[in-house]
């Protein structure tokens, strides 16, 4: 579905991705792990289209889309929930998760992303038209994976989904990425809980300052040595 090949990409002069590599096969979960800084989130924006690469092809559903701008790769079918959430906090629940939906060519369209989404989330629909900013971290979250749903998305970029959010939350995350691979949603979660990640993954990267340099299933990766010494502290 999604092949990443020699990806090179720079902030001016600094090099915040070298040479990565990777690919995202149909009806997989996809896990990439690293520390701060490791450039998961520079990859991620570049998928999308809201960064440019200096070198390498990104290639979705067998065209290239490393040239086309954000909203023509939206409509292809991917979407990004990205860290930090960035809803529109003075907007309602519902008017964020509309701004989700301008891909959808038709109002039937718009309607039955928004029931799928309230059935995922029923807490949303509660809150419809509370402001976002009332919400609690956690039901921001759910209203920020909401949003990246409403394009009824082929392919799902997770950025951080459980950054700082309490443990209960964390586990509803999870919980909630699972619900959505199994109704047909390929998932490509970049995350720093590592052993979760892993755990959920049907195959996973480890980037370090911008480069893949590890890969396999999650159940291996969790297992080797590398990523227990360095990021599981064992």
């Known amino acids: 579905m999604l092949k990443v090949h020699d990806l090179r990409v720079c902030y001016g002069d600094v090099p915040a ?26 990859l991620l924006k570049t998928i999308a289209g809201l960064l440019r690469p200096d070198r390498g092809t990104i290639e979705f559903l067998e065209q290239r889309i490393d040239k086309h701008p954000a909203h023509e790769i939206a409509r292809l079918g991917i ?6 959430r960035h ?17 959808h060519p038709d109002p039937q369209g718009i309607k039955s992303a928004l ?30 994976i909401g949003r990246g749903l409403m394009s009824h998305p082929k392919l799902l970029m997770l950025d951080e989904p459980s950054l700082g959010l309490m443990p209960k939350y964390v586990t509803l995350v999870f919980e909630t ?40 299933t999650g159940t291996e990766l969790l297992g080797s040595e590398l990523v227990q010494k360095a990021y599981l502290g064992l």
Request: overall charge negative; aromatic content about 6%.
């Open 17 to 42: 991705v070298h040479q990565a590599s990777f690919r995202v096969e149909e009806g997989e979960i996809v896990s990439i792990v690293g520390a701060n800084g490791a450039g998961k989130t520079t």
């Open 79 to 84: 979407s990004l929930v990205p860290e930090g």
């Open 87 to 103: 809803l529109f906090g003075k907007l309602s629940v519902e008017e964020n998760l509309l701004l989700g939906a301008y891909v």
């Open 115 to 144: 029931k799928d989404v309230y059935e995922l989330f029923p807490v949303l629909k509660d809150r419809s038209r509370q402001k976002a900013e009332t919400l609690s971290g956690g039901e921001q979250q759910m209203l920020a």
């Open 177 to 216: 990425i699972e619900r959505i691979h199994e109704q047909g949603v390929t998932v490509l979660l970049i995350e720093q809980n590592v052993r979760r990640a892993l755990e959920l993954a049907d195959r996973a990267y480890v980037l370090q300052t911008g480069r893949i340099i590890a890969e396999g």
